[in-house]
Each structure stands twice: as C-alpha cells, then as structure tokens.
C-alpha cells in the first residue's frame, strides 16, 4: 500500500517543483517529456494555474518507481 505524502511549511518548500524545465531536470529527462506525461491520466504533474506545470517530486518519484510509463500517442 502506498503511504500518503504528508506536507508542512517546511518540507513543501523541498517538495514543490514548477515548471516543466525544472520538473525535467529532477526526472532527468527533456521537457517534451514531461509535457507527454502530463496528459497521461495518472501522472501526478498537474496545471493548478493552468500555465505552469507542477508536481511533488516524491509523487514524481513514486509514480516513475511504479508504473510502466509510455508516452501517449501523437
């Protein structure tokens, strides 16, 4: 069973990561990638300001270490 993320003031400072650049950097990946992913239905990079992406980089991580990624068809 996967654990909840638990947040406060302190460790979403660390947590929180913007930006598709910024979120290709922490997955060691390029940005089109991370556009891909983002529209897969269980990816856990969202749009909360509908411009800029984001994720919790331990989300980001559990949902790599679990799933079987592809990119979806163009």
């Excluded at 089109?32 to 990816?43: E, F, G, S, V």
Aim: aromatic share 8%; with cysteine; glycine share 2%.
């Amino acid at each position: 069973m996967i654990d909840e993320i638990k947040l406060n003031e302190i460790n979403l400072r660390e947590e929180a990561t913007w930006g598709a650049r910024n979120i290709a950097k922490v997955a060691r990946v390029s940005p089109d990638l991370i556009y891909d992913w983002a529209k897969l239905p269980d990816c856990p990079i969202t749009q909360p300001d509908g411009v800029r992406y984001f994720v919790l980089k331990s989300a980001l991580v559990r949902w790599l270490t679990t799933k079987s990624i592809s990119s979806p068809a163009k």
